[in-house]
């Protein structure tokens, strides 16, 4: 097998992850009741509450974030859910709602775009919401939202607000404790800059105290029932212990760099994107952010591509010349490309990767 050099991979998640991270899963299995692993959960959870800026438990679950999706909206106050649409993923958090039983009010804006607060505050005006689902960074269109201020929004009417923080978390500023959030997610495999497999979750303790008479909450992912593991010190249910050795190391890493220095990393990379893009407009290249200025996410940029254009030609041109990044999603599957600068990778990983997609650029479509 080709062994890939890190930092060619720049896709929008799973992200690069360092041969000495995957080398860590290749340790012998062990109890996971045991004294070595309790221990071993219990530096993965403080870590994790550094990067989650939060004194709470941080629910560290062997699912993907999708699943804990549902676990938000299972515990959620009962009642109707106001749900913040301008994505794929946002979209997929109020079909999930539906799926739990919920009524739905979707509030969608075009992908790309991110909800005036005046418009929110309308929904909100009009009709008593039990919660309030939001994507902060929106992995499908590279959009950022004031995650504070809607949070802040949704409190004033007596809401709760359920964040999507998958490609936020570890990437951009997320003050779980400061903004006052109720309950917000990650995935191991995006800014983490870990394996797929394990989802990390904080919930706030007026979410975990109204959620102890919510009727229906299953059994895997009960709030509860991770809120009562993590006080207790370990796992609800057996983990994927492999990934957890990853953790382990990656967040030490990652506690060693400094979760504000991390923030810096990845908005300098924001920012070459920025640069570049300006550079080959400048040129001639009617190449555009799918997401507003001043609204774009710091871990991937959603690029929409020259009419004459389509992503699946470009992508395989700049596979071709050793670097992956990824194809737009959904409806934007074939007008656009998405960059993943997140987890690891440093501008020296991303510098050669533009200059490349410029040739790519430049050169006639196949």
Request: charged share 20%; aromatic share 6%; proline share 7%.
């Amino acid at each position: 097998m080709t062994v890939r050099p890190f930092g060619r991979f720049l896709f929008p998640g799973p992200t690069d992850v360092r041969p000495e991270i995957l080398q860590a899963m290749a340790q012998p299995m062990q109890s996971h009741r045991g004294e070595a692993f309790l221990a071993l959960h219990a530096r993965v959870v403080a870590n994790l509450q550094q990067v989650f800026r939060t004194t709470r438990p941080v629910f560290a679950v062997s699912a993907s974030a999708t699943a804990l999706m549902e676990m938000a909206i299972r515990g959620a106050p009962e009642g109707p859910i106001l749900s913040l649409v301008n994505g794929a993923f946002s979209e997929r958090f109020a079909t999930v709602a539906q799926q739990c039983g919920r009524r739905v009010r979707r509030v969608s804006v075009p992908w790309g775009e991110v909800h005036p607060l005046g418009l929110i505050e309308r929904h909100l005006v009009e009709e008593p919401f039990a919660a309030l689902t939001v994507v902060h960074s929106e992995t499908s269109t590279g959009t950022l939202c004031d995650l504070r201020a809607v949070t802040e929004l949704a409190h004033r009417y007596g809401v709760m607000c359920l964040a999507d923080a998958v490609t936020s978390v570890g990437a951009s500023p997320v003050e779980t404790d400061t903004w006052g959030l109720d309950f917000v997610l990650t995935g191991s495999q995006k800014a983490l800059a870990l394996p797929p497999g394990l989802a990390f979750a904080v919930a706030s303790e007026p979410y975990i105290l109204q959620a102890a008479v919510v009727p229906g909450r299953g059994r895997y992912l009960d709030p509860l029932e991770h809120e009562e593991a993590a006080l207790r010190g370990g796992p609800p249910s057996t983990p994927a212990i492999p990934l957890f050795y990853a953790a382990d190391a990656q967040l030490q890493d990652i506690a060693a760099e400094g979760i504000e220095a991390r923030w810096a990393r990845h908005a300098e990379m924001q920012a070459m994107v920025e640069r570049w893009v300006s550079d080959r407009q400048a040129e001639g290249i009617a190449i555009t952010f799918q997401a507003p200025a001043g609204a774009r996410s710091l871990s991937v940029s959603c690029l929409a591509l020259p009419p004459d254009r389509e992503s699946r030609e470009v992508v395989a041109a700049l596979e071709d010349r050793g670097f992956t990044i990824g194809r737009g999603y959904s409806q934007l599957k074939d007008s656009t490309i998405r960059i993943g600068h997140m987890g690891d990778l440093r501008p020296e990983h991303l510098a050669p990767c533009l200059e490349a997609l410029t040739d790519v650029l430049r050169a006639a479509p196949r």
